[in-house]
């Protein structure tokens, strides 16, 4: 386990919504009218973790990259979207979108007056996208626990941290055990969430 970084939920800089709170009693007010940018299966499923944590109805509009759902949002094309933290940062701090909320337990350095979910009245909701090493199953324990004690190393280190900091995420602890069962977790709540979404698994 190496790296994650909370989603972060964007809607663009001069939309009426200015609070977490006031875009879910909006929802609510009109189900289905709402849309989000998305431009991966993953970021789909964490607006669709989104509604069901909300207990609202918003739709979602695929675009061909992270990127270019960012860009969808700034211009106004759609009304949220949630996205990873480096690709839309600068566009926050230069106030052409507007962070109703980190998906996270805590606040991130780089943007700090950002409320975490719970902060913003949503408590429970979180969503990562994180970063792990592998290796074939077929790899020698002895190798894989090698491999594993290379990796800690690297992330104790403190530019490791201070890297992962100005991208917005944290270092992950937890050798192959601990990557196991939090893998499984993470297939069994995605999994759940894309059958009631009705997404299509690949």
């Known amino acids: 386990m190496m790296v994650r970084a909370p989603a972060l939920l964007i809607v663009p800089g001069g939309s009426s ?5 006031e875009l879910i009693a909006a929802a609510k007010a009109k189900p289905g009218v709402l849309n989000y940018a998305h431009g991966s299966a993953g970021y789909q499923l964490m607006a669709e973790l989104f509604n069901e944590t909300a207990n609202v109805k918003t739709y979602g509009v695929p675009f061909k990259s992270a990127t270019d759902s960012v860009v969808a949002v700034a211009s106004e094309t759609v009304q949220l979207a949630f996205v990873e933290i480096t690709s839309a940062q600068e566009l926050v701090k230069s ?9 996270s337990a805590n606040r991130i350095a780089v943007l700090p007056s950002v409320p975490t979910s719970a902060e ?26 090698k491999l594993a004690a290379l990796m800690t190393t690297i992330e104790n ?40 979404a009705k997404i299509e698994q690949q």
């Open 95 to 103: 106030g052409k979108l507007r962070a109703l909320a980190v998906a």
């Open 17 to 21: 919504h200015t609070t977490l709170p």
């Open 120 to 145: 913003a009245g949503l408590p429970g909701f979180n969503a990562y996208v994180w970063v792990a090493a592998m290796v074939s199953s077929k790899t020698p324990k002895a190798e894989t626990d």
């Open 157 to 196: 280190l403190p530019e490791t941290r201070e890297f992962y900091e100005r991208i917005g995420g944290e270092v992950m602890r937890g050798g192959p055990e601990q990557m196991r069962a939090f893998q499984k977790d993470e297939i069994d709540l995605w999994k759940r969430i894309a059958v009631k």
